[in-house]
């Protein structure tokens, strides 16, 4: 696992870890890089602990169809990550949409994520206009261009 303090290296790591978790779409496997405790707000929701991780989780991806997603370092300190990421998804009706955020994250000294702040914002897009092409059953793929080198 990787704790703070961070180093430019450790924290690129540590998002990649993220990202390919998410990428999972597991829900119990996400939870796992929370403190029992975390607290999150995500959108308009507030919730604390991994239970309620779980639960926004699985929530999130019955409705965000082949959820696949990229991260990218934006800042980080000590204890601290910033990142901005972009993923696609579709909807029950088969309309696709490119969600945009960034995060705010604060680590426990056992590497353990205590606190995430997430603002994101939802853009329709045609399937024509995807980007994010990968097998949906595995990570993204190394070589595969980042949020900058897309124009995201």
Do not use: C
């Not at 088969?94 to 997430?118: C, I, K, P, Q, T």
């Not at 939802?122 to 990968?134: G, M, Y």
């Amino acid at each position: 696992m990787l704790m703070p303090p961070f180093t430019l290296e450790t924290a690129i790591a540590k998002v990649r870890a993220a990202e390919d978790a998410w990428n999972s779409r597991d829900p119990q496997r996400v939870s796992q890089a929370y403190t029992l405790d975390s607290r999150w707000r995500n959108r308009s929701e507030f919730f604390t602990g991994r239970s309620e991780i779980v639960q926004f989780l699985t929530r999130k991806w019955e409705r965000e169809l082949e959820y696949r997603l990229i991260k990218e370092i934006w800042a980080f300190g000590e204890s601290r990550i910033a990142v901005r990421f972009a993923y696609e998804w579709h909807d029950q009706s088969g309309a696709w949409f490119r969600s945009y955020g960034n995060e705010n994250w604060e680590f426990a000294a056992d590497g353990l994520m205590a606190v995430r702040h997430a603002s994101i914002n939802d853009v329709a897009i045609d399937e024509s206009e995807r980007k994010f092409l990968w097998d949906l059953a595995g990570v993204r793929p190394d070589g595969h261009a980042e949020l900058s080198e897309l124009g995201l």
